[in-house]
């Protein structure tokens, strides 16, 4: 087998992760803060410049915050996270920096795309791969291939699934949505109403003999599983591969299968749910990947 070197690159609100590959055996990494408030041009800088040590290369694999279209390479859409990083050329900047193929993907369809290359979901063609973190992020793969769909979106949005049409208002779109229900911010605010010094994961589960806090975690556990079934009950995928530093946690998963194997709808109970394997450099794998497919 022929060697290929590839650089990838993780571009998150707050830092930028880089690394080398030499096919699958990575040799470099660097990582750097985001200057997001600087612009995008030097984000994208401070990006490149952490590639530069690893030439030669054949391609650049990036995964990004915000909305991608895979296509263009492009923005759609960022937040105020990233300002002015709306519209940016991401693919257009590598490709004339280093004069070589360049592929661009969302993080978390990155982070999808590793897990199924490299990760909890090999051997699968379709599986869907959700984060729980501050929001809820997430990557439909079907056949084999990412499931963006064809709306006005750039890809589906897994978090704002309404899980509670009671609490959802018009003024505030994410109100009863999966993210705000089973974010692991949600299950700090259900923790904080029984005790304010919940402040994080961590004392959570330092307390989590207290019998309130174990309730709080049964009740957010209760969220996770009903936005999980709704979303199998609707794609019929045969894996469902769960990311996020909550997912470390034994609780969190055995609660999690215990639910979804007694509450789903019957031919849908054997659906195989793992932890994610590739932890933060899940994404960088999926740029990989995605580069690679795109060089062959």
Known sequence: MSVQRIAALDIGGTRIKACLFENETLLQSAEADTPAKEGAQTLLKTAGDLLEPFLPFEAVGVSTAGQVDPDAGTI???????????????????????????????????????????????????????????????????????YYGKGGS???????????????????????TYERCASTTALVALAQKADPDMTNGRKIFAAIERPEI?????????????????????????????????LEQP??????????????????ENVVIRSAELGNRAGLYGALANARKQLA
Request: aromatic share 8%; with cysteine; hydrophobic share 40%.
């Open 76 to 146: 759609r859409y960022a937040n105020e996270n990233l300002p002015g990083y709306t519209g940016t050329d991401v693919r257009g900047y590598f490709q004339r920096r280093f004069s070589v193929p360049c592929a661009v993907m969302n993080d978390a369809y990155a982070a999808a795309l590793g897990e199924g290359a490299y990760g909890a979901a090999r051997g699968h063609e379709d599986y869907l791969c959700i984060t729980y973190g501050t929001g809820i992020g997430g990557g439909m793969f079907l056949n084999g291939s990412a």
């Open 251 to 268: 609780l969190v998963l055995a609660g999690i299968q215990q639910r979804v194997r007694i509450l789903a709808i019957p031919g849908f």
């Open 214 to 246: 174990r309730a709080a975690l049964e009740q957010w556990l209760d969220e996770v599983a009903a936005g999980l079934l709704s979303l199998l009950h609707v794609t019929n995928v045969p894996c469902l591969i769960l990311g996020g530093g909550i």
């Open 154 to 176: 750039a890809n589906p949005m897994i978090g704002g699934l309404i899980l509670h049409p009671e609490q959802h208002t018009a003024s505030d779109p994410f109100s009863g």
